[in-house]
């Protein structure tokens, strides 16, 4: 069993800054991949970035553009997603997540992925 905690979220102005949290506890922690999802209103859930134990990345591509940065804190058993330069698109409810099959595989799909936190908003306003 995995517990996820998501924090960090909020309003904040086109152009700021925000820090996603994602507090982990139950299964040991370097043993399986986190990711960020995202979900915009009425739109379907998007994979925004994903981390193994050994801090491989990947990020989407198509929207992240070298704003969005995920690392991890294993003795915290924690993740993070620092989010520069947001727009007003990047609106949504983001979710981390963990799957528990790989330490080392990056995966993109969210059926790929087992453990799932509450979301935290975050709201960009312009």
């Known amino acids: 069993q995995v517990q996820l905690v998501e924090s960090g979220g909020g309003l904040v102005q086109v152009g700021g800054s925000l820090r996603l949290s994602c507090a982990a506890s139950?299964?040991?922690?370097?043993?399986?991949?986190v990711g960020w999802f995202r979900q915009a209103p009425g739109k379907e859930r998007d994979f925004v970035a994903a981390?193994?134990?050994?801090?491989?990345?990947?990020y989407n591509t198509d929207f992240v553009k070298g704003r969005f940065t995920i690392s991890r804190d294993n003795a915290k058993n924690t993740v993070y997603l620092q989010m520069n330069s947001l727009k007003a698109e990047d609106t949504a409810v983001y979710y981390c997540?963990?799957?528990?099959?790989?330490?080392?595989?990056?995966?993109?799909?969210?059926?790929?992925?087992?453990?799932w936190g509450q979301g935290t908003q975050v709201t960009v306003s312009s």
């Open positions: 997540a963990a799957d528990i099959n790989t330490d080392w595989k990056l995966k993109k799909e969210q059926y790929e992925y087992d453990y």
């Open positions: 139950g299964r040991t922690f370097t043993r399986y991949v």
């Open positions: 981390i193994t134990w050994s801090g491989y990345i990947t």
